[in-house]
């Protein structure tokens, strides 16, 4: 596929700074979360779960009776179940590689919608790859601290070391309880990263990360040329990882509204049903999970995989 013309190019200025920070304050003041979290363990595993109908819309009013949850095939009492707004514990990882050099105002303001979508009990982290790794001090819903982030932190240069990023986010998030969800956007693919993609998905499976990427089409060859006119397909790793951890993969082109796919993801991460089972055999494998609804014209999405830990 060939696109013409820059990569997600928007017009913007440092002036909007200030009325992203009010903004982000009003929103952050007027909206009220649940405080509770869950977790999985020994006794207990915990998996999220995105519903949706034939058109697409969030499905937030069904009820525990309605799911059925498989492992390694074999149906499953829930003995856990909520459906109410859960905080999120969120770390954002956002491509600065050198191809990302004319969408830098695109990136700032879709990751101000994200912010301005958080609720009381929610913390992000942000962070940037490019030349380096780079993470902001801590987890906050301080809007004036996660835009000042925003807005002096973004400087496009050097390469992609995506997976580096990915496994920097999840380490960031290993001490939290809860839901840990690791959101990544890129527009390219990996080039510099030690690490490989099922090095991060391994362990996202074993340590119950959620990863939600959005990929752009990004400048041909890696990016180092801002100005270049033709464009190439994300890293397809980007979509493996959210499919299997239950997050949700979104590509846009340069047309597209990218603040779009940032608000999608904060708006299903409050929509979340948490469905709990006590596992029959703690193994030290993977298991298989599939999350089923009793209504056939529903998409259910949830991770598919779950570490049962060795008891012994």
């Not at 499919?243 to 603040?259: K, N, P, R």
């Not at 779009?260 to 904060?266: C, D, M, P, T």
Request: hydrophobic fraction near 40%; glycine fraction near 10%; aromatic fraction near 8%.
């Amino acid at each position: 596929m060939r696109v013409q013309g820059p990569g997600c190019r928007v017009p913007g200025s440092r002036n909007l700074l200030a009325l992203a920070i009010f903004l982000v304050g009003a929103v952050l003041g007027s909206r009220v979360l649940g405080q509770q979290t869950f977790k999985s363990g020994a006794s207990t595993v915990a998996v999220y779960a995105t519903i949706t109908d034939a058109s697409g819309r969030l499905v937030t009013d069904l009820r525990q009776s309605d799911f059925t949850v498989y492992d390694n095939g074999k149906p499953q009492p829930v003995t856990l179940f909520a459906n109410e707004p859960l905080p999120i514990t969120m770390a954002v990882m956002l491509d600065t590689s050198g191809s990302m050099a004319p969408n830098v105002v695109l990136v700032r303001n879709a990751t101000m919608t994200l912010v301005s979508y958080l609720q009381p009990a929610d913390r992000v982290r942000l962070g940037t790859f490019g030349g380096r790794i780079v993470l902001s001090p801590t987890f906050t819903n301080d809007g004036n601290a996660l835009a000042r982030f925003v807005w002096e932190g973004l400087r496009p240069g050097g390469g992609t070391p995506l997976w580096d990023a990915v496994d920097a986010a999840m380490d960031t998030l290993v001490q939290h309880e809860g839901r840990r969800v690791v959101l990544v956007f890129s527009d390219g693919k990996d080039s510099q990263s030690r690490l490989k993609l099922k090095d991060v998905l391994r362990r996202a499976q074993q340590q119950e990360f959620m990863v939600y990427a959005i990929g752009c089409w990004g400048a041909k060859g890696g990016g180092r040329n801002p100005l270049a006119r033709d464009f190439e397909k994300p890293d397809e790793g980007l979509r493996k990882i959210a499919e299997e951890t239950g997050g949700i993969y979104t590509e846009l082109q340069w047309t597209d509204d990218l603040s779009a796919g940032f608000r999608r993801v904060a708006e299903e991460l409050h929509s979340q049903y948490v469905i709990g089972f006590t596992p029959g055999k703690a193994d030290g494998t993977l298991h298989k999970l599939d999350v089923r609804v009793s209504q056939p014209h529903y998409t259910v999405r949830a991770r598919k995989n779950y570490f049962a830990g060795d008891d012994k």
